[in-house]
């Protein structure tokens, strides 16, 4: 168990729809990373969140939006949702930003399945 | 920003044999670098890493390196078995970049009895 837990851990939804994807990191950890990884792919980095405010950007399409709160949990929000947005959806969390150097750690994911 | 290759993307290897994935990366502010695997629908754990103010480390029958003037660092992993076969992804980040996780490709690695 790496301590960064996400929810749901299955969602079956139909094009057009908007769903919430849930994270929260381990203790102490500030970071919040969103990373994309469709079937057989690598993993897409999407957003990275430190202490509540947007650190950094990947391909992350306008239909998504993210947001860490007060309490370092963080949503992903996907809308508009299309047939190839079905993919594993996983959250990391990091000290990153404390001055200490360590890895990321990732939930177990989130299948999404768009149809 | 940061680009990492990484090499092979696919490895097959006979169990007992050695195996080398290698990546390359960009950014000369790079300073940590993780090697992370997964299995199949699961999600991706962390066996090593290594500091820029490091050339070499070893776990076990895992190793990695780092030739920082080259920018590129090796993941070795030696008498490989069945249980090793997964997908290994190397990854970048920089302390100066919030330490944004810059993954590589991917490499299946298929160890056969």
């Known amino acids: 168990d790496s301590g960064v837990t996400q929810t749901p851990k299955h969602l079956i939804t139909a094009t057009g729809q908007r769903v919430t994807l849930r994270c929260s990191p381990r203790?102490?950890?500030?970071?919040v990373y969103w990373y994309q990884q469709s079937l057989d792919q690598g993993l897409q980095f999407l957003i990275q969140?430190?202490?509540?405010?947007?650190?950094a950007k990947g391909n992350i399409l306008e239909r998504f939006s993210a947001q860490q709160f007060p309490d370092l949990h963080s949503e992903l929000n996907l809308s508009s949702l299309e047939l190839g947005d079905s993919a594993l959806y996983f959250c990391?969390?990091?000290?990153?930003?404390?001055?200490?150097?360590?890895?990321?750690?990732f939930g177990q994911g989130t299948r999404l399945t768009v149809v | 920003g940061e680009n990492v290759e990484q090499h092979p993307s696919t490895l097959s290897v006979q169990e007992g044999d050695s195996a080398v994935i290698k990546c390359t990366y960009s950014?000369?502010?790079?300073?940590?670098f993780p090697w992370y695997k997964q299995e199949l629908g699961k999600r991706p754990q962390l066996i090593i890493d290594?500091?820029?103010?490091?050339g070499e480390k070893k776990d076990q029958r895992i190793a990695v390196t780092l030739n920082k003037t080259a920018k590129h660092f090796s993941l070795h992993i030696t008498e490989t078995q069945p249980e090793d076969s997964a997908v290994y992804f190397c990854?970048?980040?920089?302390?100066?970049?919030?330490?944004?996780?810059?993954f590589g490709t991917g490499t299946r690695l298929l160890v056969s009895p």
């Open positions: 990391a969390s990091s000290v990153a930003g404390t001055g200490l150097l360590s890895a990321a750690f």
């Open positions: 203790s102490g950890d500030l970071s």
């Open positions: 969140y430190y202490n509540g405010e947007e650190r």
């Open positions: 950014d000369s502010a790079s300073n940590y």
């Open positions: 290594i500091r820029s103010n490091v």
């Open positions: 990854a970048a980040s920089a302390t100066t970049d919030f330490q944004k996780l810059v």
